[in-house]
């Protein structure tokens, strides 16, 4: 064993259109041991970002292409929760609070120090990396992420929508006990009458289906016990 090995230095994604502050940026990061990719406009940036798994993105918000409050917007709406330090020239608190809104972890005013982002970035990727070991939900064979909302059954992984995650996350609470559809809706829709509607099915259903048609399909992770309602599958399969 190479007890010298240390853990992988961070994997960082700079979207920066001007080509002397992308140098400027990765200049420092990269003396300060981090890999940084570097993309010019925001359609690559978003697509890199849904393609790797970066612990950090440093946004610039005046892009070619899609700005970056709109990339950062479509990012947090598909449950993607990758850190991001919006460094731009616009300082206005009203700027700056609107990408906080829209899910930034920081904010950087330009002109800035690169010492001073890369303190910002410590906190941020140490307080994600004390974070990890809580953002699992494990059953038998059925864990959940909770912060990129990935669940995984067996070998089949899918990302949720927030509904689907929030109510497999409430029949995990205990593997095995059934819930009724009146305790689902009231713990995942916040519905305390009987609304006549399949909602509950329907979603349940699309679960299934999500996590269902690997090989080793045992029809998803919920179990329907007629009558009563429903529960995850605890115990050993056949
Ligand atoms: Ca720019």
Redesign the pocket.
Known sequence: MDITATAPSPRILLV???VKIAEFVMRGLEKAGYQVEHVADGVSGLKNIFKNNYDLVLL?L??PKLNGLELLQQLRQDGNTTPVIILSAKVDLNDRLLGFETGADDYMPKPFYVEELIAKMRVILARRQTAQPLQTLKSVHLSLDLVSRKARWFNVEAVLSQREFTLLQYLMQTPGHIYSRQQILKNVWDINFDPETNVVDVCVQRIKRKLSGGENDHYGPIESVRGVGYRVKAGTFV
Do not use: Q, V
């Open positions: 920066e259109d001007e610039d005046m892009l």
